[in-house]
């Protein structure tokens, strides 16, 4: 079997390419990936031979994101990381077709480049004192208004209870406007606030319910900036603190 030397480049079983940059002994070997990334890898010679190496820049989710070379881990004990968790998450909203069947609001919505590395995503997680709550999740499009692209300007975490208040103003209502269900002859309107139902009253019209609806969600929304306020970014608070139907 031939001898590894300084320079010598192999194929990866990933279809890359890495030069050999320093040979130590047949279990140290510092291969450089030949992409623009550069990154170092060491490595024994059976597995430089076979191909067996795995590059941390190669794009593994969706063919966009990468896990990248860093302190940042994407599980413990085979369970991924809230880390990891929120930022996969991110590009099955942008980039899968299976879920934009579901939620086709997301279609046209991309991260940053930046953010494909999960290493650059995972530092500015853990800088977010309620990113690993529970009770909050990840929001792109509170800060500026219709926004389609998660990045760092334009991302915040946002209670639950926030985000399902908007949401519901998207969701399927039939024939009437939102908020608003048929009674009878009568029309009843109703608000969603954090998983319970809030009755607003009966109402003549379609529209008499839909204006009761409008008014009370409004409160609620800017209720809830109150009472959020010091766990909001202070763009989200403006936002939601000034918020209309």
Not at 114 to 135: G, I, L
Not at 185 to 205: C, E, H, M, P, W
Request: positive net charge; charged residues 25%; contains cysteine.
């Amino acid at each position: 079997m031939n001898r590894i030397n300084f320079g010598d480049v192999f194929e990866t079983n990933e279809g890359g390419l890495v030069s050999v940059v320093e040979y130590q002994s047949w279990d140290k070997i510092k291969v450089r990936h030949n992409d623009e990334h550069g990154h170092i890898s060491t490595v024994r010679s059976d597995q430089l031979r076979d191909g067996r190496i795995k590059n941390p820049y190669k794009p593994s989710v969706y063919e966009t994101g990468f896990i990248g070379s860093g302190v940042h881990m994407v599980s413990r004990k085979s369970i991924h990381s809230p880390a990891y968790h929120t930022w996969r998450g991110m590009f099955v909203r942008c980039y899968s077709e299976k879920f934009h069947k579901k939620q086709p609001t997301y279609l046209g919505c991309r991260v940053e480049e930046k953010w494909h590395n999960f290493q650059v995503f995972a530092e500015w997680f853990f800088s977010n004192k309620n990113s690993q709550n529970s009770d909050f999740a990840l929001d792109k499009d509170l800060r500026i208004g219709g926004n389609k692209i998660y990045s760092q300007e334009t991302c915040s975490f946002v209670p639950q209870e926030i985000n399902s208040l908007l949401t519901n103003r998207l969701a399927k209502r039939g024939i009437y406007p939102q908020g608003v269900s048929a009674d009878g002859k009568r029309f009843t309107a109703q608000l969603q606030v954090d998983g319970k139902t809030i009755f607003l009253g009966n109402y003549a019209t379609p529209a008499d319910a839909h204006l009761i609806y409008k008014e009370a969600k409004q409160k609620n929304v800017r209720r809830m900036a109150e009472k959020w306020s010091e766990h909001l970014h202070p763009e989200v608070y403006q936002y939601l603190s000034t918020w209309k139907f």
